[in-house]
């Protein structure tokens, strides 16, 4: 079932879905961006259809409301731990009381990626209990890609067709908007809102100017081949790569102390990465990985290789995000074609 709707249509669903749920989509902030002139597409809460940013790749992931950069557990006195709350996190503290489910509107590729922080947070051994009870309230749309951009490579990833998992789908169509509804639940909030009912099938891309082939094994000589060199000399270690992927799932503790006498304060849970400094930092003095070309293997084996050893499936889902954000105009997708040549000839020359 599917309907069309004219934005005054999309504003009275959204309404009414209001009703029930909060809404966290890509919202087009202006002059925001790296200069006063750049506008940035991050995630926000929105109530109208005019706070929607459908037609652009957003910068930054929905991950953040899953996974918050910084994250307050709990906090703790001389006597008593108390546990903080889970949702309203990400720069919204007046949605910090609100019990209402989350609808999260998100690309394929996206939806993808919830199955990576599912697989890691819920199917990686004990579960996480602090993401599961943020993970039970959300819910999820899918926006519709009309067209690749720029830097995408989903297909080649197996991301550019959504999973099942959304409650309802919606993308631009002319001066309107296209809705696929897979659950009944929000059934009536579209009904009441559309001019008209038509069969929709979500669209989604079936080509990207960037193409990628990933390694189909990979011998041991790669962890000293020559290539990690190049981003030794490259990469500044800013991590930027891994805030913005959607699937990165790495984080560190830290201690917050409101007293000199060390007794009173709060335990966060903040995002950290293969790519920043102190990451792999032990006890003694010792670091794992200095130098950058290091910590980029690293990352590229665990996104197209690593994790599909452990689980069937790639990490990276293709969003291209990473080459996006990068300051040095490093791109993981020519990374992952090099790591796979460097591959293939090592096989060759082992025959």
């Not at 959204?14 to 991050?42: C, I, Q, W």
């Not at 452990?310 to 990374?335: L, N, T």
Request: net charge negative.
């Amino acid at each position: 079932m599917g309907y069309v709707l004219k934005r005054e249509g999309l504003d009275g669903a959204l309404a009414a879905l209001s009703k029930d749920y909060l809404l966290y989509a890509p919202v087009r902030k202006v002059g925001e961006g790296r200069f006063t002139d750049v506008d940035v597409v991050r995630y926000d809460f929105v109530t109208s259809a005019s706070e929607l940013e459908l037609d652009a790749k957003s910068d930054y992931s929905f991950k953040e409301l899953l996974t918050p950069l910084s994250k307050t557990l709990f906090y703790f006195t001389e006597d008593e731990v108390h546990e903080a709350g889970d949702l309203g996190a990400p720069g919204a503290p007046a949605q910090a009381a609100d019990d209402r489910p989350v609808i999260v509107f998100l690309r394929a590729c996206d939806l993808h990626a919830v199955r990576r922080l599912d697989q890691m947070y819920l199917g990686n051994g004990p579960t996480d209990t602090f993401y599961a009870r943020i993970r039970d309230r959300v819910r999820f749309a899918l926006i519709g890609c009309t067209q690749s951009f720029a830097s995408c490579f989903c297909v080649d990833m197996g991301a550019n067709v959504a999973p099942e998992g959304w409650l309802f789908s919606l993308e631009t169509s002319g001066d309107g908007y296209l809705c696929a509804v897979a659950d009944d639940s929000v059934k009536a909030a579209f009904a009441g809102a559309a001019t008209a009912e038509k069969d929709v099938e979500p669209a989604h891309v079936t080509e990207n100017e960037v193409r990628v082939r990933t390694p189909q094994s990979v011998p041991t000589s790669i962890y000293k081949d020559p290539l990690w060199d190049e981003y030794t000399n490259r990469c500044i270690r800013c991590g930027r790569c891994n805030i913005v992927c959607p699937t990165c799932t790495c984080f560190t503790m830290q201690d917050v102390f409101y007293t000199d006498n060390g007794r009173v304060g709060e335990r966060r849970r903040v995002q950290a990465s293969c790519m920043i400094d102190g990451y792999t930092n032990v006890a003694g003095g010792g670091q794992y990985r200095k130098a950058a070309g290091e910590r980029m293997r690293f990352k590229v084996l665990h996104k197209v290789w690593d994790f599909r050893q452990r689980f069937g499936y790639d990490m990276c889902v293709g969003c291209g995000r990473c080459d996006d954000v990068c300051p040095e105009y490093i791109s993981f997708a020519a990374c992952v074609n090099k790591l796979t040549d460097a591959c293939e000839r090592e096989e060759a020359q082992d025959e």
